[in-house]
């Protein structure tokens, strides 16, 4: 592990609780596969393995591939040029450095983040994480720590666990990248950002997070890679990107498995 990286841990220096039960987990649904089929978590199709998707919708799910706008990773409909942004990126530039996101967040993709976020799919971390660590290549040969989103600790406790954590660690095993999880924190409960306009969204996470003074040391000088499930207006990314550059963090790039994509959006 990279001096200076924080690794996530529970009071007295264990593991949090869902970390301790991952192994009954594992052989509970072992036997549980057993006697039932695994299925397919965005339709439900009978698989013959577990952890990956039927063929209609793994053809159906959008991989995002270059030619994207370099700053935010939104895909191009056709090839623009080298160096041509986004009309996103050019007006409204964000805190952050460049976003990549593994799939355009279509159907599929709605269907395994609402599997994995809320229908406590742990077995879909890993695969997400590969494909993030994928689309994120560039951003993680020069990151010094993943550092994902994080919850308020009530919305953490009633949900049991960080969905963002839980991809930065998948994406950790694969990118030999330290995972940072003390150096932001949500120190404001807000809404849910669903529903919420563009200007409603960013309004709800202004001074949301928060690096902890005794990580302040932590962060400076250091590159980071922010990690979330979904970017939609970008909002909370950017302001965690904006906690993490006060604190004098060198640049901070962004990363999740999908975005929202505008599809009648031209490059300019």
């Known amino acids: 592990m990279e001096q200076g990286a924080s690794v996530s841990s529970s009071a007295g220096g264990g ?14 649904g072992r036997a549980l596969d ?4 695994p299925l397919c978590p965005a339709c439900r199709a009978p698989l013959t393995q577990a ?3 039927c063929g209609e919708c793994w053809s159906r799910l959008s991989f ?3 030619p994207y706008c370099e700053r935010l990773g939104i895909p ?6 080298p160096g041509i942004l986004s009309m996103e990126a050019i007006a409204d530039p964000p805190a952050y450095r460049m976003a990549r996101a593994a799939v355009r967040f279509d159907d599929v993709a709605r269907d395994l983040v609402h599997a994995f976020k809320y229908g406590d799919r742990m077995d879909l971390a890993p695969p997400l994480g590969r494909w993030m660590a ?10 010094d720590a993943l550092v994902p989103v994080p919850l308020h600790w009530r919305r953490l406790w009633a949900r049991r666990f960080n969905q963002s954590a839980a991809l930065a660690q998948a994406i950790a095993k694969v990118s030999q990248v330290p995972v940072a999880t003390d150096l932001l924190k949500r120190v404001k409960s807000t809404v849910q950002q669903v529903g919420l306009s563009r200007t409603e969204r960013a309004r709800n996470v202004q001074g949301a997070f928060k690096v902890p003074e005794a990580e302040l040391a932590q962060v400076a000088g250091r590159r980071f890679v922010l990690v979330d499930d979904v970017l939609t207006s970008g909002a909370t990314v950017d302001a965690c990107a904006r906690a993490l550059l006060r604190a004098k963090a060198a640049h901070v790039d962004v990363l999740v498995f999908a975005r929202v994509v505008n599809a009648h959006r031209p490059p300019i």
């Open 15 to 28: 593991l949090p609780w869902h970390s301790r039960w991952a192994p009954l987990r594992h052989i509970l």
């Open 34 to 37: 057993l006697g039932l089929p």
């Open 51 to 53: 952890g990956g998707l």
């Open 64 to 66: 995002i591939a270059p």
């Open 76 to 81: 191009f409909a056709y090839d623009p040029g």
């Open 134 to 143: 994928t689309a994120g290549r560039s951003l993680l040969a020069e990151a």
